[in-house]
């Protein structure tokens, strides 16, 4: 929800709900160098079971890929968060038929709020591979990731939480 939570003094933790529903994996397990390595930001993946993208976040739609393949969000507490729907998506022809997009760019949202519907069977189907990253991409400096659960339900189970410094 990323609904501040003061840890002591010095920190707050920030939790980012999983916008997917699935297994979540360690970005080094995707199989996209920038997101691997972190180069785009720090976070974690989800391997998506589910056909529903929800907001992370409490916030507004940042950015949003005319495909529907890709969703920024910034949220109340400044965090910008990029959710990244398959590797190499971009590249698939024809991919925007397997979203339906339901928020434009500019659009306040609540965290758990349903954002995309996917089709999951049709990417699978055009050779995509759905590993979803989900990162902080701004900032990126002074933040720890703490560990949420494995298996993710969208819009209930915090995915990760970060830990930054307070103000």
């Known amino acids: 929800m990323s609904e501040s939570m003061m840890v002591d003094e010095r920190y707050e933790i920030l939790d980012i709900l999983a916008p997917l529903s699935g297994t979540a994996i360690g970005l080094d397990e995707v199989p996209d160098p920038a997101f691997a390595c972190g180069a785009i930001g720090a976070g974690v993946a989800v391997v998506p079971e589910g056909e529903v993208m929800v907001a992370p976040v409490h916030g507004k739609v940042a950015a949003l890929v005319s495909s529907g393949h890709a969703v920024g969000f910034l949220s109340r507490d400044g965090l910008e968060i990029l959710v990244h729907v398959g590797v190499d998506t971009v590249y698939t022809p024809g991919v925007s038929r397997f979203f339906r997009v339901l928020v434009k760019q500019g659009d306040t949202v609540r965290a758990g709020q349903p954002v995309i519907h996917l089709d999951l069977q049709g990417l699978k189907s055009a050779g ?20 949420g659960t494995k298996k993710v339900a969208a819009g209930i189970d915090v995915l990760f939480r970060v830990k930054r410094p307070g103000e």
């Open 128 to 147: 995509v591979v759905l590993t979803s990253p989900v990162v902080v991409t701004a900032p990126q400096d002074n933040i720890e990731l703490l560990p």
